[in-house]
Structures are given as structure tokens and as C-alpha cells.
């Protein structure tokens, strides 16, 4: 069965640079959350979209935007990057507001970010 | 304030062994969702079980169970019969009424040993 991509899985970027991670979530699912988790960390809660409007927002940070287009399909931008947003973004998608809803969140693999 | 605690940074096992994983949740909800996810080594999160507040019963899936109490504010994980391949970063989690967004505990490590 299809599952959520990301790309890039893997990204390199030096300080200040600009970073745009893509998520393609499972076909019909109409819930993109993203989620930052850093090097032995818990993964953080950053914002989610249902229906191409943002429905909720966590601690992302003011460089970082992000949204979901007409296909369902969401991009976070992160601009001036530092080191500590080195982690891992994962995107996880669902169906019919998610969590409150049919309960199940799906994971894509992640991006890693790694900043120099 | 939600809070999600996993007490037990790592846990080391031979296989065949039992374990259980301890989650201790704080919330001021009354309805509210808990969760557990696996996390192996290549780093994907794979969904194991969602509960909600009002549905106290224990579930069991083939070696794994859980034990909802409220009254300790815990769900507990338990696998029967470790094997190597449990081996994995499991997290707790926790969302409230009104939100779709996971608070996650700190994670537990599992390592089986052959």
C-alpha cells in the first residue's frame, strides 16, 4: 500500500541557507502534520493542515513556514537555518482530522537535515 | 498542563523474555487519546495502538498488550516472548480533545539480545 513520502530524506545545508522539505501524503488523506525530532529527542509537534488550511500550530519556529497545496501535498520551508535545526521532520498524514477523528497518524521515513 | 513520562530511558533484554514498557500521562481532559509508536532503527514511526479515554479495556495483538488504567493515569506496554526485532525506540503519546497534535513521551530504547 502507498505510504506518506518525503523528500528529500536526506538534505545538507550550511548556516543561513534555506531548506524546503516536501510531503506527499497517503492518496484520499486530507491531514499533513509535521513533526521536527531532534538527535535523541521526542519528536515535536510543528503544525498540521486539514484540507489546505492550517489547523493547528505547535513551537515552529518564525523562520519556518509551511502549507498544503491543492493536491494535498505539503512543503515546509525553512529559511535561515542554524544548527540546531539539525533533526529529523517527519510528515504523517490522515484521514478526516486524524487523531480526533479515525485515530491513526502515518508516518512518512523522514528528512533528515543536517546544518554545517 | 499534558505531559507524557517514560521513565525507563533503556531497556535491555534476552529474547523470549517478557517486558513491559511504563507511559504515565498528565491531563486535564476528560476525553483524551493515548498512543504508542515503534521506532526501529531506519527511523520511521509505525503506529501500534491508539486508545481513547473513555475505553478502559486491555488489548492484546498477538505478543503485544496494553493496560489502560486511569485511575494511575498509565498505559503500560508489554511484549510477550521478546525478539530481536522489537528491538526499537517506542514512544508514548498523548492528545487531547480539540487537537490533532501528539505530545510524545521521551521515548524508551529496547534492545534484544540473542
Known amino acids: 500500500a502507498a505510504g506518506v513520502i518525503q523528500s528529500p530524506r536526506h538534505l545538507i545545508k550550511e548556516k543561513r541557507e534555506t531548506a524546503t522539505l516536501k510531503c506527499y501524503p497517503i492518496p484520499r488523506h486530507d491531514t499533513v502534520y509535521w513533526y521536527q525530532q531532534g538527535p535523541g529527542q521526542d519528536p515535536q509537534f510543528l503544525i498540521s493542515?486539514?484540507?489546505?488550511?492550517?489547523?493547528d500550530k505547535g513551537s515552529i519556529p518564525d523562520r519556518f513556514s509551511a502549507q498544503q497545496f491543492s493536491d494535498y501535498h505539503s512543503e515546509l520551508n525553512m529559511s535561515s537555518l542554524e544548527l540546531g535545526d539539525s533533526a529529523l521532520y517527519f510528515c504523517a498524514s490522515s484521514l478526516q482530522g486524524g487523531v480526533l477523528n479515525t485515530g491513526e497518524l502515518f508516518f512518512g521515513e523522514g528528512s533528515r537535515l543536517t546544518v554545517l | 498542563a499534558q505531559k507524557v513520562t517514560q521513565a525507563q530511558t533503556e531497556i535491555s533484554v534476552v529474547e523470549k523474555e517478557d517486558v513491559t514498557l511504563d507511559c504515565v500521562y498528565e491531563t486535564r481532559d476528560t476525553t483524551y487519546y493515548l498512543f504508542w509508536y515503534k521506532q526501529p532503527p531506519s527511523g520511521e514511526l509505525v503506529f501500534l495502538i491508539r486508545?481513547?479515554?473513555?475505553?478502559?479495556q486491555n488489548e492484546i495483538s498477538g505478543r503485544y498488550s496494553w493496560n489502560f488504567q486511569k485511575s494511575t493515569s498509565s498505559f503500560n506496554f508489554t511484549i510477550t516472548a521478546s525478539q530481536v526485532v522489537d528491538s526499537a525506540v517506542y514512544f508514548c503519546?498523548?492528545?487531547?480533545?480539540?487537537?490533532?497534535?501528539?505530545?510524545f513521551g521521551t521515548g524508551t530504547r529496547l534492545q534484544v539480545f540473542p
Open positions: 503519546a498523548l492528545s487531547e480533545e480539540w487537537t490533532d497534535k501528539l505530545i
Open positions: 486508545r481513547n479515554s473513555f475505553d478502559e
Open positions: 493542515f486539514y484540507e489546505k488550511m492550517q489547523s
